[in-house]
Antibody, heavy 122, light 107 residues
C-alpha cells in the first residue's frame, strides 16, 4: 500500500524559512519512473503545483516560486524535503506531497498525502 | 505556462442528474489531462487520467473525454456523495498547472 505523509511546523513567522518533510512508504524513489511532487492550496482556493523530484534526482520548480524553493530526497529514509525561503502570509496554505509516475510521459498524481496546514503570521 | 480554465465555477445539481464540467487548455496538451475530486477537508483523489482512462475503485458514473485543448468530465446520475470540488490538471508541459476548480453542490 502506497502512503505519503507530510510533516512540518504549523506556524512560521514572515521572512522565516519553511521546511516540510514528506515521508512515504510502498514505493522507492530509487525506482526508475518514480517522482514526488509538492502541491499547495491556500484556504478556499485552487491547487498550485510547487516542485517535483524524480528517481534520477532531476528537480523542477514552479516558475513563480523557483527562487524560493529547494526540493531534495533521502532515498534511504524514504523522504522528500521541501524548503521555502522568505515566507509571507500569502504562503498560508495546506501543503500536500503526491506521487507521480513517469511511463512514456508524466502521469497523474495518483496518491496524495493528507496535507499539512501552514500558517504564516507574526 | 499552460492555463487551464474550467467551467462552470459552481453547479447546483439534484441527485440522479447528469453533470458536465469542462476544462479548456490555453494550448494543445494532447491527452495529458487528469481529473481529481476533492471533498471538504480531504486531499484530492484521482478520478480520471489521460483524459478518459478510468481509475480502479472509482465509480463507473465518472467518465472523461477530449483531447488537444478541450476536455470534459461527466458524472452520470449524480449521487449525494459526489458533492465536492473537481479539478483538472495537465502534465503535458512543465510547470504542471491546475484548473481553478468546479464546486458541485447537491440540491
Amino acid at each position: 500500500q502506497v502512503t505519503l505523509r507530510e510533516s512540518g511546523p504549523a506556524l512560521v513567522k514572515p521572512t522565516q524559512t519553511l521546511t516540510l518533510t514528506c515521508t512515504f512508504s510502498g514505493f522507492s524513489l530509487s525506482t526508475s519512473g518514480m517522482c514526488v511532487s509538492w502541491v499547495r492550496q491556500p484556504p478556499g482556493k485552487a491547487l498550485e503545483w510547487l516542485a517535483l523530484i524524480d528517481w534520477d534526482d532531476d528537480k523542477y520548480y514552479s516558475t513563480s516560486l523557483k527562487t524560493r524553493l529547494t526540493i531534495s530526497k533521502d532515498t534511504s529514509k524514504n523522504q522528500v524535503v521541501l524548503t521555502m525561503t522568505n515566507m509571507d502570509p500569502v504562503d498560508t496554505a495546506t501543503y500536500y506531497c503526491a506521487r507521480m509516475l513517469i511511463r512514456t510521459t508524466y502521469d497523474a498524481f495518483d496518491i496524495w498525502g493528507q496535507g499539512t496546514m501552514v500558517t504564516v503570521s507574526s | 505556462e499552460i492555463v487551464l480554465t474550467q467551467s462552470p465555477d459552481f453547479q447546483s445539481v439534484t441527485p440522479k442528474e447528469k453533470v458536465t464540467i469542462t476544462c479548456r487548455a490555453s494550448q494543445s496538451i494532447g491527452s495529458s489531462l487528469h481529473w481529481y475530486q476533492q471533498k471538504p477537508d480531504q486531499s484530492p483523489k484521482l478520478l480520471i487520467k489521460y483524459a478518459s482512462q478510468s481509475i480502479s475503485g472509482v465509480p463507473s458514473r465518472f467518465s472523461g473525454s477530449g483531447s488537444g485543448t478541450d476536455f470534459t468530465l461527466t458524472i452520470n446520475s449524480l449521487e449525494a456523495e459526489d458533492a465536492a470540488t473537481y479539478y483538472c490538471h495537465q502534465s503535458s508541459s512543465l510547470p504542471w498547472t491546475f484548473g481553478q476548480g468546479t464546486k458541485v453542490e447537491i440540491k
